[in-house]
């Protein structure tokens, strides 16, 4: 088996010492580290993801798979700068008030998996991290999560402070989490709302293209 | 009368609930709620006393669930209004905040091989414990016979507990990782939950309700449902001395319903992300209430008539089957327009009146 075929297997299946193993003979070898993370870790992931939109993988496995991604991941990073840049900066964190922060980890997961620098606020960010995170780090985009409807207000709170730090306009918003839809995130003024990570780095993606084009 | 109905009456359901249930001819469908995180901003709103004095003070707890009774006329009210609470006994860390329910913050330990040095809590004495105890004991003494509502005590189920007490992400890797270990912690867990259940009862709630959303299959596998959640929830259900529960699972739970009800003396499912028709079908002539399943962010967010339109479509879809009560998939968010819950309630008096025509 190829060892990118390897590495992307490892992730399916959620086993990290074999994704480390396959990492290390990837370096190893001068295989191409951004085509060992997006059609090693990142399909791997992908296709986790899809398994769990069929009831196949449950959060168990989203874990697990995560777990081994993660640890691929940390030693292809040092290799990542000689390589090339990052796609772009992203900012991103649960809203104040909420501590669920799985699928919030998944999604910035799935993002540097796919080339991004990513800036994380972790759980229960106040409104002024995020924006204080958006201002130092330059980031071109910001995805914030929730996971219940009562904090849902906080996505908001977060906007109008962008608008009245006058950066709105630099940055796209990305809203997620089970109480969000395309309607809020129109509601309140975010840009984008998301179901899950594949649909995250699929939209990013399609946005830094447009921006090239 | 059936033994049912004497059942029910004996644990404290009204006359008019029970015509509901069994959808007699001029009953209406009835409607039930789970109101923690709305009762405790409800009355944070009331009174201005910060959220973080409510939830560790009886008297506070029990008269926001009482205040909800007033206003809306809910017949089951509880005082657990978050699931921190065993974790917390267990020595987890927890965010209090100002208007909302508290947060988890750090766990009790924070890896699988830990879990040996776990005590059990002593319900008397660690973490909020004793509040919760302290609130049957006073509706008992002072609104048990004032007022026509059933008080469930109420306790995490062990999946859900036990989540929060080494954090779920630990928790799920040790399913696959460690299954031995997380059985061990799990063990203890449902030793806990059972005193607590038991005092709780003993002090004087009504019935017992357990909250297992981490049993969902939107965390877990059926396989691990049948694993790591049945064989606790069995016990726990053998061990109350309560002739039966409510088992509250909200997310998706279809491929677990069928095992659920199996659980000895579950009397009610609170089902959330589930087709009510397949669960009453799946339940068949056996006698397991169903509650379910508005969304409790359409309630917080929808209009009046599109709550209106999707409880209607609830009440067709059950018609005259009876077993069933209307409730929210989840509790009652916080800030949930009154406009919105009244119409939730009057629908049910609109258009679930037996019998019901579509």
Known sequence: ?213 | MSLIEDFLLELGFSQELIDGVFAKLGAFIPTIFLSGGFSINEYHKKTNIPAYKIVKNAEHLVKAQIDLHKRFKIDLLTCLVDLNIMSEAFGAEIYYEYDVLPMPKSPAVDSLDKIEDLEIPDPKKDGRLPVILECSKIYKERYKNKYNVIYGGVIEGPITAASNIIGVENFMRGLIKAPELIHKLLDKVTTALIEFGNMQLEFGADAIGIAEPTASSTCISLEFFEEFSYPYLKKINRKLNTPGTLIHICGYTEPIIKKWVKIPKTFIISVDEVDVRYALDIIGNKFVIVAGNISPNLLLRGTPEEIEQKTKEIIYKIGNNGKFVLCPGCDLAPGTPEKNIMTFINTSKKYGKFPIKN
């Open chain 1, 1 to 213: 088996m190829a060892l990118i075929e390897k590495l992307n297997e490892s992730i399916i299946v959620g086993d990290g010492q074999t994704a480390v193993n396959t990492a290390k003979e990837i370096i190893n070898n001068n295989i191409d580290i951004k085509d060992a993370i997006l059609n090693g870790l990142s399909a791997g992931m992908k296709i986790v993801s899809e398994k769990y939109e069929k009831h196949k993988y449950f959060l168990t496995e989203i874990i697990i798979a995560a777990d081994a991604l993660n640890s691929a991941f940390e030693l292809f990073k040092p290799h990542l700068s000689k390589q090339g840049k990052y796609k772009a900066k992203v900012v991103i964190g649960v809203v104040k008030g909420d501590i669920h922060e799985i699928g919030k980890n998944i999604v910035a997961q799935f993002l540097k998996a796919a080339g991004y620098y990513i800036i994380d606020l972790g759980r229960n960010a106040p409104p002024e991290k995020f924006i204080e995170a958006v201002k130092n780090n330059n980031a071109e985009f910001l995805a914030m999560s929730t996971l219940m409807s009562p904090t849902l207000e906080q996505m908001k709170i977060v906007i109008e402070k962008l608008k009245k730090e006058g950066i709105r306009d630099k940055i796209k918003v990305i809203i997620g989490g089970a109480p969000t839809d395309e309607k809020f995130a129109k509601d309140i003024g975010a840009d984008y709302c998301c179901k899950d990570a594949n649909e995250v780095v699929s939209l990013l993606d399609s946005i830094l293209d447009k921006f090239k084009s």
